[in-house]
Every structure is written in structure tokens, then in C-alpha cells.
């Protein structure tokens, strides 16, 4: 069984660091919760619809623009025909100081710029586009540079508290738990590893990362039994020990609070 689990893994399109398109979306097309193991921007050009992410709520309209990183889930609702501008991107095209910014931040990228700072942007995908498509000198260091630019630009319009850094300890057990998740992680196993008590890791987890310790495993889990159930035949049980659960009943009740659907429809659902 590992094999095949480990043998699977899901990618961008056409195998590149990153990718660019101008999507139309129908009025009253639904994209159900799902998740990425990219980054994925995508900006509202025109029309209205309605965002789900990490289950708040935000409505879309020209302007619109929201950055999801790798333990994000969300889900999108067409209210009106709407035209998206696309960027999804690997941690190879940032540098290492804004990945780790936005791997590791508590705050969640959502904002509406003015019409100004919108024609900006729609500048710089045209230049990202022009560059993508040709072979100029140093193409490829001006693409990594602008597509830093646009997620600078999310960053800062993004509503922002004054403790956006993550200290150390919470480094190491983030890093800890995306090393482990398919073990049987507790709070307090992890307070050891990390030489705190569970109380205070508990606390600190939850005011620096914006979300609780087992709401942060459980959202490393499903994305990783969303990859098995998108990419293999394995069974939901097989799936709900793969990902670190110790009952398929368990599995199948976190599964559905957090998707709103079982891990059966959601696999009917992406045939």
C-alpha cells in the first residue's frame, strides 16, 4: 500500500514552477471545497460570486484577489458571469524569506483593491504573460520577480495584525507535524518534542498560527487524504489510517465537518 500512496503526487499544470491564465467562469458554476499543494492568486477582473475560504465567507467582485497557500481550503460560487485572472506557483519561484512568510503566517490573504492598484496588477500579468511566452534575457529572473511583486501586493492590502511572525518553537512543530502527520501526533507528544508544556504550545498555537492545534492537523491530514482520494483506488479505510486516523468513522466525520461531503462523494465528485 505505501507504494502506491507514495507514488502519487499531484502537481501544476504541464510540470513548471508556475502558471498563468485569464479564466471565464458561467454564472452559477460551483468549484466545491477543495485544495491545492501549490500556491494558487486568482484575481477578480469583472462579475460577482461568492468565496468560502478556510470556511469564512467573502464576496467577489472586480478587484477581488486572494492568495491560498498549501493547508487552505476553499470553495467558489459564480453569482454572475466572471472573468479570473489565474497564478499558481511553487516555493521555487518565491524567495526563501516570502515563502516563509506565507507558509508559515497566521493571517489569511484576502482583499479588495481600488481601481488603480487593480490596472496595476492587470499590467503585471501582461508583462508575466509577454515574458512566459518568449525567451528574453534574464526572462526568466524579471517573471519570479513580478510574480513576487504581485504577492507583495496581496500581502500588504490583506488585513494584517502586528504579530505576523511565527516564533521558533512554532516553526519546529509545524515542520514536525507535516513530517508526521500519518503517525498518532498528540498535543502533548508534541509539547515534548518541542520541550514546552502541552498548555502552552495549545496556546501559543492558537494566537500565532490564527487556528487550533487539531484543526491544523486535521486540515494536513484531509489535504493529504483529498491527494489519495483524487490519485488512487485505496478504500476509505485505507485512506484513514494512510493519513494518520485511528477509525474510519473518525476519518469520515472530520472529513465531512471540514468538506461539507463524505470522502466517497467528494471522489464521485472529482471523476
Known sequence: MSKQIDKYKSSLQYDKDYYIEKRFIKAGEYFAPHWHDYFELEFILDGCGEHIYNNTK???????????????????????????LKLQFNENVLPNGLNDFLFLSRNRFCCAVD?????????????LKREENGAGLFSEMLIKNLIAEI????????????????PTLLQNAVAYI?????????????A???????????????????I?????????????ACNLLDG???????IAFACGYNSVEHFVYTFKKKLNCTPIGYRKKSI
Open 178 to 190: 507535516h513530517n508526521n502527520f500519518r503517525e498518532q501526533i498528540t498535543l502533548n507528544g508534541l
Open 192 to 210: 515534548r518534542y518541542c520541550n514546552v508544556t502541552p498548555n502552552y504550545l495549545g496556546a501559543q498555537f492558537s494566537k500565532k498560527m490564527g
Open 115 to 127: 481601481e488603480n492598484e487593480t490596472m496595476h496588477i492587470i499590467k503585471l500579468f501582461d508583462i
Open 232 to 238: 488512487t483506488n485505496l478504500s476509505c479505510k485505507e
Open 151 to 166: 504577492i507583495i501586493t496581496v500581502i500588504r492590502n490583506s488585513a494584517q495584525d502586528e504579530n505576523t511572525v511565527v
Open 212 to 224: 487550533s492545534f487539531s484543526d491544523y492537523l486535521n486540515t494536513v491530514r484531509l489535504r493529504y
Open 58 to 84: 467573502y464576496t467577489l467582485s472586480r478587484g477581488s484577489i486572494y492568495l491560498m497557500s498549501f493547508y487552505d481550503f476553499h470553495e467558489l460560487t459564480a453569482k454572475t458571469d466572471m472573468n479570473v
